[in-house]
């Protein structure tokens, strides 16, 4: 049985880490109200940034002249997964949820006989990639010396997988990233980044509109700009969604953490206080023992 001394090292140190978790928690939670309404408001635009990619891509898509972005290059033999992690931890199973659903996708390709690499952004995740894919790492890319990244960060991710497709280095590109829907649920999703995919959903959409809308000067010619707009719209917003679900996963974390240091503070006050009270009769005895012997 713990002394009566290190009990009370105990409690006391427990409360010194209750302290910080109760900080932290409430860091976050002024984070978080800024974050998600950052990731809801780039939302609408790349929704309708989706639906003007699938009424171009419906008409030039199938073309000859088609962008080598929405084309593709003939091939789909070389995969490169982009898996967005957060810099910092204490935010409960987020970066592992987002590294197994990178792993998942990784042997799903594998298993059809495809070339795999990984592209990493933030730095949580590359330990556990690297621990079984050290060779299938294409290219890290640091956001831990940025307080918020933003488009200045995602237009240079763009930038960096653009050159790299077109100088052959990957045929698909997959962006990994977690989804904010809540504090308690941050979903990790897969979706084709590069080539640029024909929106399905926005599909009946665009088939009964396409009469109604004439781009000028030519589809082609819009597409060789918004397509790598598309590209860094969707970066942007991966970035958006992984901040907003950073700060409400360690919202939620960091008052779990709370929540269980003052249950473990609880149960060493009494079992600090049954150790007093049976220091306290154990001398009680021996004092009245004493005094009958005399």
């Known amino acids: 049985m713990a002394s009566l001394k290190e009990l009370k090292g105990r409690i006391k140190s427990v409360r010194s880490t209750q302290k910080i978790t109760k900080a932290k928690q409430m860091v976050a939670a002024a984070k978080l109200r800024r974050a998600q309404e950052a990731a809801e408001a780039a939302r609408p635009y790349a929704e309708r940034l989706n639906a003007v990619m699938a009424s171009l891509a419906s008409k030039v898509g199938g073309s000859d002249s088609a962008p080598k972005l929405l084309a593709g290059n003939g091939s789909d033999q070389r995969h490169l997964l982009v898996v967005v992690n957060t810099d910092k931890g204490l935010c409960g199973g987020l970066n592992a949820n987002i590294v197994k659903e990178a792993l998942k996708k990784a042997t ?3 298993k059809d006989g495809k070339d795999v690499q990984f592209y990493l952004v933030g730095k949580k995740g590359r330990a556990p ?7 299938a790492i294409a290219k890290h890319f640091d956001t831990s010396d940025v307080r918020t990244p933003g488009f200045e960060e995602a237009e240079a991710i763009a930038s960096d997988l653009l050159e790299m497709f077109e100088a052959g280095k990957f045929d698909v590109a997959h962006l990994v990233y977690p989804i904010f829907k809540s504090a308690l649920a941050q979903d990790p999703t897969t979706q084709q980044l590069i080539p640029v995919p024909a929106s399905e959903g926005d599909a009946a959409a665009t088939k009964g509109g396409d009469a109604l809308v004439e781009y000028e000067p030519g589809e082609e010619e819009i597409l060789e700009v918004l397509l790598p707009r598309y590209v860094r719209t969707q970066l942007f917003g991966a970035l958006l969604e992984r901040e907003a679900s950073e700060q409400g996963a360690s919202m939620t974390a960091m008052d779990n953490a709370t929540r269980n240091a003052g249950d473990l503070i609880k149960d060493l006050n ?6 007093r009270q049976a220091a306290i009769t154990t001398e009680l005895i021996e004092i009245i023992a004493g005094a009958e012997a005399l």
């Open 108 to 110: 799903e390709l594998r």
């Open 129 to 135: 990639i690297k621990r079984n894919n050290a060779e």
């Open 270 to 275: 009494i079992e600090y206080n049954r150790s």
